[in-house]
């Protein structure tokens, strides 16, 4: 009788954590809302990104920056 009540509580304490992944639908579930979230936000952030850079963008093209401007001579010429 001790044998079985042994052998029943092993059986029971092994078998007993693998019912646990069951609980993780749960987790799942809100992981998967936050990462919609997030999606939504760099969504969001991007078209804000996009059209900053639509605005700001066509007064820089047109003339580029030149960090060695003053030292170069205006004409082009070469020594």
Do not use: C, F
Request: proline residues 6%; aromatic residues 6%.
């Amino acid at each position: 009788m001790k044998r079985l009540l042994g052998a029943a509580a092993i059986i029971l304490a092994v078998t007993g954590p693998a019912y646990a992944p069951s609980k993780g639908d749960s987790q799942n579930m809100l992981q998967k809302q936050i990462d919609e979230e997030h999606k939504r936000e760099n969504k969001d952030v991007d078209k804000a990104y996009n059209e900053t850079m639509k605005r700001t963008g066509k007064g820089a093209a047109t003339k580029p920056y030149d960090p060695w401007g003053s030292v170069r001579p205006a004409d082009g010429a070469k020594k």
